[in-house]
């Protein structure tokens, strides 16, 4: 059994998959061919947004709109610790203090009123610049984006989405990337719920200025001419083989996030008397299930159980980020964010793809049962 089955998506795909990159081998335009021009009008078409820009990997794009939002020393940017560190890393890259804050323990995602604290404990200091908060979709599902608008726009913030799991999900009817945020970034690691074969990412603004900003920066700070630097940039650009790869991707995208959603409610039915498993949105608003993501007991022993019975499993994350060495320094040690803390000890990931079969639903819930009640 596959954690995530690419195999059988490539199966289903094949054909399109191949006439793609062999039309771009055929044309040779491997830097900013016409596929990726094609992808960014699907992209936008798909997710209600204004302008979508492209670009290397979804780490680049949060690094992309933090910089077009002109971010950088004596600014801080409040953000989860209980997430992955690339949505940390930018932050410290360009001169930011991260500032982090805990999560909630239902959802995983960011934890309101812990970062309005946050916020306020700045703001009493004094020594930094409220600038942002950056707000993680994790395991795909959206978080609270109304809340999020109100918390940034009373206290002046930027509002950044890292949608790198939660591109594909609806929140009350809207697309994540629709305008719910300032920036939304996503990622197109072959992981991720619409994944490539390589690296790439995306951000989507409805904002005409940012978007030209963030494509100038991709592009080594370029203007109107080839040669015209107008301002300091980066070589953050999707390959052309990679936009031709996910527009067939994208095209069967809908399809697949209605099988992922089938998976997580059959998980749900299946195992919420044994475990504490996540809580389902309900229409109009809808995970995008880049993880089904339970929480346990005794993990390891669970995990152990679950490999001898032949069901992969992962934990995402085994420690928040305010306690990974690279950046205590900038959280409040131990005990300072404890739900991020109490998650990073019970979570567990379950296999979660289109394309898993009745019968291998039916082996990861028995295992999982066998293992929590051993």
């Not at 040779?28 to 009008?41: C, H, K, Y």
């Not at 949608?163 to 609806?170: K, L, P, T």
Request: hydrophobic letters at 45%; proline letters at 5%.
């Amino acid at each position: 059994m596959q954690f995530i089955d690419l195999k059988a998506q490539y199966a289903e795909l094949k054909s399109a998959i191949n006439e793609g990159i062999a039309a771009v081998l055929e044309r040779q335009a491997f830097i900013q061919g016409p596929e990726v021009r094609e992808l960014e009008e699907a992209l936008a078409a798909f997710s209600g947004a204004r302008r979508v820009v492209t670009c290397a990997n979804g780490t680049d794009a949060l690094q992309l709109a933090l910089m077009a939002l002109e971010i950088g020393p004596g600014d801080a940017v409040f953000v989860p610790s209980f997430t992955y560190t690339a949505t940390a890393e930018v932050i410290l890259l360009l001169g930011a203090t991260p500032v982090f804050v805990d999560a909630d323990p239902q959802t995983f995602n960011i934890d309101f009123a812990s970062a309005e604290a946050a916020i306020g404990r700045t703001l009493e200091e004094g020594k930094l610049r409220p600038a942002a908060i950056m707000t993680v979709d994790l395991f795909g599902q959206p978080v609270d984006y109304d809340r999020a608008r109100e918390l940034a726009d009373r206290y002046g913030l930027a509002f950044i989405s890292d949608a790198a799991q939660g591109f594909g999900a609806d929140y009350k009817g809207r697309r994540v990337g629709s305008g719910l945020a300032d920036v939304t970034t996503t990622s197109f690691f072959p992981a991720k719920p619409l994944g490539c074969y390589g690296d790439g990412g995306a951000i989507f603004t409805d904002d005409d200025r940012l978007a030209d900003v963030i494509r100038s920066i991709c592009l080594h700070g370029k203007g109107e001419a080839k040669y015209d630097v107008v301002r300091v940039g980066v070589n953050s650009r999707l390959d052309t083989l990679q936009a031709a790869i996910l527009l067939p991707k994208l095209a069967n995208f809908a399809k697949e996030l209605d099988a992922r959603h089938a998976v997580a409610n059959a998980y749900i039915a299946r195992l919420k008397q044994y475990v504490e498993t996540p809580v389902a949105a309900a229409d109009p608003s809808r995970f995008a299930w880049a993880q089904f993501t339970i929480k346990v007991d005794d993990r390891d022993a669970v995990q152990g159980r679950l490999k001898e019975a032949g069901v992969p499993s992962n934990v995402y994350y085994p420690l928040p980020m305010h306690l990974q060495p690279a950046y205590r320094k900038y959280g409040g040690g131990e005990g300072s964010l404890p739900a991020a803390e109490a998650l990073s000890k019970s979570v567990l990931s379950l296999p979660m793809h289109p394309y898993l079969t009745e019968s291998e639903i039916d082996q990861v819930c028995n295992a999982v049962i066998t293992a929590v009640t051993a």
